[in-house]
């Protein structure tokens, strides 16, 4: 494998760790200082503030680093081997998010990491995915493009009748596809680099990123927002692998190595699947480590001395934070 390659991988997935933590914060304590608050704000101002948000500006910058390091990763290395190399931001965004929100994981919780970087190791190790083709082949783009169109749609429909965990997760499903196909689509524009400025200018794919990649961008932040990180990432990172992988096949060329491979491949890939499981199952992870604190109650004021009278409370409004409001 291109090291370069794999270096720029793993650049990538720390961006993506440390994005998705950190948006997560910054949609965190949106919530938490929406508690008790009179009426309900309107979602263009919502989300106006929630784009002011330290957390979210920061999570915004380390999306952008991943993204440059993803472009170059495309550039010189393997659709096929560059997008499972993310599933590493498994381990970064606990990493992050131990560190954002305070939280160490258990024992349990890391052996199931370890468990989940060992299947990839082994699964990248056993299929050695073949150079394929800088471009796709002619023809190949409408089909997949039509089936990717209704794979996302299908995914939205299913996503809008649940709620909770299995609404993350449907939506990190197809925020998955759409990262999958923003990847092809960046190794396809950076196969044109060869004919210079004007032929990736005046090439479509770079404009398809752009609308594929902003769509990917908002589905993101709709499954941030529908839970919590242990039911959006896992789908979302190991969707964006198997996906990727598939898109490299009919795309590309890539192809894996099976016959007396396919053994530690069905190997590598249980390993993932166990290590997935175990994340989700984690009480770091599932037991809301990352959810929302409630507002703290004001200081009480309760244990006053027998002979001292309450402040008194003018116009006869309740006083702030009080009145009966706050649950």
Known sequence: MNLLAVLLALLSALGNGAASVLQRRAAMDQEREQQGARGIRPSLLRLAHLLRHPYWLAGAAAMVVS???QVGALAVGRLSVVQPLLVSELLFTLVVGSLVFRHRP?????LSFVMLAAGLALFLAAADPSRGEAMARNGRWLPVGVAVALVVGTLLAVARAL????????LGCATAVCFACTAALIKEFTGRFSGGVAAVLTSWPLYAVCVVGLLSFLLLQSALRAGTLAASQPALTLGDALVSIALGWVLFGERVELGLRTLPEVVGIALMAAGI???TRSPAMAGGWDAATPVPDPPCTAERSAG???PPVSGGRDTPGDGGRRP
């Not at 258990?106 to 890391?110: A, C, E, H, P, V």
């Not at 709620?163 to 449907?170: N, T, Y």
């Open 308 to 310: 001292t009278p309450p």
């Open 163 to 170: 709620r909770g965990p299995a609404r993350a997760a449907v």
């Open 106 to 110: 258990d024992g349990r919780t890391w």
């Open 277 to 279: 499981v175990g994340l």
């Open 67 to 69: 993204a440059v390091a």
